[in-house]
């Protein structure tokens, strides 16, 4: 059975008979595109709404395309466009792929985006038969909510997918969407402005675009689909109650956390009293949803980790800044949160703690790897104040000592040099050489 007016509906989206927009390649492109042939498992591309998930894989179509493959080869469906609405169940999945099949594509592999498919119920049970049947097909998948994080996809495809986080671009990546060239005749004067608007407006591909009259504007929007879509319909969960501790939690990044901290806070600030369980529950969909991370303690105990308060960190720094107070007077916590979305990004969320001992003293990052911890580092924007320089480096070379750990980092605003403290050796790191290095 075939429909070829479903076709239609999506074909201004194809490459099949118009050239598309893939936008600006990113550096997360090499990464998909090690896994883009093996049709055993489905690629699935995972991140916060508006991260440039569609693109990437859009990305990588067009590079199939550029070497060899036919466009007919390829396929995208955008599982969020109002025109598939009354489509978003497996039976009508399974006609448009043999529609597409039947007059398309017959014999040739085919290279397929499924664009926020959780929209469709039980469609990895369609997915993951057809892998199981070994039909000559690449998946590339994409999520930002609910049944999208990397071990609900293991789940749900049992084990049959290769899952690749995407978060909003990194400097490095932001300073090529400005046309910014490292090492070029341009002053270091111009590498600071650009940090700054980084750490004003954040890394959204679209945000980092727009016209900057209209950035603060699109990211209250973002913000706003973000717990609308996201959260609150995929839940069934009142807006008010949401929104509100989202937006404490803004008020409150790069800080120690708790659910009694946060239930307090709802109370006093909103009046409106949530449960210590609603509260819990409500911080699980926040880092489903991809809008935050929880970074816990270091400790051997898992008792101690599970116990202990843990750090909050919003997945980009423009969010914090439309949504909460003044940029100028967090400056210290924004380079503290791009630090924490940085290590994340390359060492993984279940690798990044703080420490902290009982007299208070306390390191921001530990970076463990397996079973010991590869590296200490502290964020200070103001080393020029001595007793803060004191406080932070006291920390981390406690911290060192009792965790045996040799490679210790201080990130700062501009102090770049070395220093030998008894046996230790502090790096101290401008942000923009840390997160370009």
Known sequence: MFDRSLLSKIEDLNFWHREQDVGIKREELKEMLKFSEDIDFALSIIGIRRAGKTYLAKQLLHHKIENGIKKEQTLYINFEDPALEPYLNVESLELMYNTYRYYL?????????LDEVHNVEKWEKWVRI????????????????????KSDLSTLLTG????????PLSFASFLEFKDYKIGNSESYTSLSFLLAEYLEYGGFPLIVLAERD??????????????????IAKYKLRDTEVRKLAVILLNNFSSLTSVTKLSN???????????PSSINDYLHYFEDSFLFFFVPIFSYKIK??????????????????????????NIGKLYENVVAIELIKKFGKENIFYWKNR??????????????????????????????????VIAILKA?????????IIITKETDKKENIGKKEIIFVPLWKWLLS
């Open 400 to 408: 060192a000592e009792e965790l045996k750990c040799k490679k210790l």
């Open 130 to 149: 057809k892998l199981e049947k070994k039909e000559d097909v690449k998946f590339i998948i994409t999520g930002s909510g609910s049944k999208s994080s």
């Open 359 to 392: 007299n208070g003293n306390e390191v921001d990052f530990i970076v463990k790897n397996r079973f010991s911890v590869e590296q200490l580092i502290q964020v200070c924007y103001d080393m020029d104040n001595e007793t803060v320089k004191k406080r932070e």
């Open 105 to 113: 594509n017959q014999k040739a592999r085919a290279y397929i985006i």
């Open 304 to 329: 101690d980790a599970m116990q202990y308060s843990r750090k909050a960190y919003c997945n980009d720094v423009g969010l914090v800044n439309a949504i909460s107070m003044r940029f100028s007077e």
């Open 265 to 275: 806070l709802m109370q006093t600030i909103t009046r409106v009293k949530l449960s």
């Open 214 to 231: 209209k950035k603060t504007t699109y990211l209250k929007q973002l913000f706003d689909d973000i717990i609308t879509k996201d959260i």
């Open 160 to 167: 049959r997918t290769v899952t690749l986080p995407i978060f």
